[in-house]
């Protein structure tokens, strides 16, 4: 956990009783809330209450992932949508994982396939997922 | 050990100097 933050993020805690002014002018209503900024100041992820240390960390890497993807960082984001997928099984972040590694993968190749894996996994691992859903137009996809 | 800071703005500036993104943790202590 303390490795996944201090080699990828600058980690800032913005505390409700000392600045809880920010908590409005960034619309935080509960906490705990994290989010994910890039270098230009744009926030890109946050997600709100408790998870276990091991669903923390996929989280947080899932949502750093998603980011990277978005800056078109595609070698990195595939690496820790891997990772998530494969260092977190069991925790909750993995279907979204899985479904988002279709995604980068096909950002980063131009080739479909990707995404017809990743639901191909999806049903056979999380039939029950809303990400099982989310990826159903994908079986359109011929492998 | 994770050594937080208290200011988004310094963050996000020292987050573009070293290529990397910023976490930020609103909580309410207690």
Redesign the interface.
């Known amino acids: 956990m303390?490795k996944v933050?201090?080699d990828?993020?600058?980690?800032?805690?913005?505390?409700?009783?000392?600045?809880g002014d920010?908590?409005g002018k960034?619309l935080?209503t509960w906490?705990?809330?994290?989010?994910?900024?890039?270098?230009?100041?744009r926030e890109?992820y946050r997600f709100t209450g408790f998870l276990t240390p091991e669903d923390l960390c996929a989280r947080?890497i899932l949502d750093?992932a998603k980011?990277?993807m978005a800056l078109k960082n595609y070698d990195l984001a595939i690496k820790c949508l891997n990772d998530v997928t494969k260092k977190y099984k069991g925790t909750c972040a993995v279907p979204e994982a899985i479904f988002y590694l279709g995604v980068a993968q096909y950002l980063s190749s131009h080739n479909p396939k990707p995404l017809r894996e990743g639901l191909d996994s999806l049903r056979k691992e999380f039939p029950q997922s809303e990400w099982t859903l989310r990826a159903k137009p994908y079986e359109l996809i011929n492998l | 050990m994770i050594s937080w800071g208290d200011s988004i703005e310094k963050a996000v500036k020292k987050a573009k100097e070293e290529k990397k993104l910023v976490l930020v943790d609103f909580f309410n202590p207690g």
């Not at chain 1, 990828?8 to 600045?19: A, E, H, L, T």
């Not at chain 1, 906490?31 to 100041?41: L, Q, Y």
């Open positions: 303390v933050v201090t990828w993020f600058i980690p800032v805690r913005i505390s409700g009783d000392k600045q920010l908590f960034h935080v906490t705990p809330t994290i989010t994910i900024w890039d270098g230009e100041g890109h947080i750093g980011a990277e």
